[in-house]
């Protein structure tokens, strides 16, 4: 499989997926549109993939690239019925490239914080083999209000209802954060957008708690992995 893979900050990258990648002899073409990397026609390509970054969906006059994206992500899915996974932004731009609606959170979430299967999710492949509840790092302070027509709700938390979203067969999304690596939360760390949302101390904090779960965080990430190509492959 060779993926498209939409980056909105060097450090927020496809994180341990790229060692399953490399593993299965998987190939990607990572495009930074952050530093204004032209967006690649599809063609070609057998998914996409769209990673985080500190933006807002909504913040077009920022970033007036996002409007070319979210149009590319609507190509993918609907009209091309490509494989896709969003995480965080991935995630909100998805729903909003469908006709949903991301609005700021009423309550952010910052840390490694529990999420729960829906009974839509707990009998979804894309999470068979993992817990009905499980702890993930979480980043963010806005999140899907509204999810596109036809999409289903695969997953929530006490303060996001909606953490993870399926459309169509293939398409997959999460607000949460399963891709992480031991430096991960030092490198995001440096983006200065996610520096306010951690305060004081905040670093050294998500760090030890990340660092105690990687292990069981690395695993989750291979089993969606797994999941993800099961369906896709």
């Not at 609005?103 to 529990?114: A, F, L, Q, R, T």
């Not at 904090?205 to 989750?220: E, K, L, P, S």
Request: hydrophobic share 50%.
């Amino acid at each position: 499989m060779h993926i498209l893979v939409l980056q909105h900050a060097v450090v927020e990258h496809p994180g341990i997926f790229r060692s399953f990648l490399a593993r299965d002899d998987h190939t990607y073409d990572a495009v930074e549109l952050d530093q204004g990397a032209a967006l690649p026609a599809l063609d070609g390509y057998d998914a996409l993939w769209v990673m985080g970054g500190p933006m807002d969906v909504w913040q077009e006059a920022e970033h007036p690239w996002l409007r070319a994206e979210k149009a590319l992500i609507k190509d993918a899915v609907q009209t091309r019925n490509m494989p896709f996974l969003g995480l965080c932004l991935g995630h909100q731009l998805l729903a909003e490239a469908l006709g949903g609606h991301v609005g700021k959170s009423n309550v952010p979430e910052v840390g490694v914080m529990d999420v729960s299967l829906t009974a839509a999710g707990t009998a979804a492949t894309i999470f068979a083999k993992l817990p009905q509840r499980f702890g993930c790092l979480q980043w963010h302070s806005a999140e899907v209000i509204t999810m596109p027509v036809g999409a289903i709700c695969l997953a929530a938390s006490a303060a996001c209802a909606v953490q993870a979203m399926q459309w169509g067969a293939q398409a997959f999304s999460a607000q949460f954060h399963i891709e992480i690596e031991p430096d991960t939360v030092l490198n995001w760390a440096e983006i200065p957008e996610y520096a306010v949302a951690l305060g004081a101390g905040g670093v050294e904090r998500m760090g030890a708690d990340a660092a105690v779960h990687m292990a069981v965080f690395n695993q989750m990430a291979e089993q969606l992995y797994t999941n993800w190509m099961a369906i896709n492959g």
